[in-house]
C-alpha cells in the first residue's frame, strides 16, 4: 500500500478545519476535526474524513 496518497488526504482534511477555526493552532484545527467527526480519537481519518478527503481530493477517490 502506497501511503502518501492517505497523507496527502490527511492533509487535505486538516487544512480545510484550519480553515474553519478562529484560532490558528494545529490543535484547534484537530479539536475541529475531531468535533466535527473527521479524525477519531486516535487522530486518523473516520469515515467521514475519508468522504469529505474523496471530495477534496477526488483523484485520490
Not at 8 to 17: N, Q, R
Amino acid at each position: 500500500m502506497n501511503p502518501q496518497p492517505h497523507f496527502l488526504k490527511f492533509e487535505a482534511v486538516l487544512a480545510h478545519c484550519e480553515q474553519r477555526v478562529t484560532e490558528p493552532s494545529l490543535q484547534a484545527a484537530m479539536k475541529y476535526g475531531r468535533a466535527m467527526d473527521f479524525f477519531d480519537t486516535r487522530n486518523k481519518l473516520s469515515q467521514s474524513g475519508e468522504l469529505l478527503a474523496e471530495i477534496l481530493l477526488p483523484q485520490y477517490a
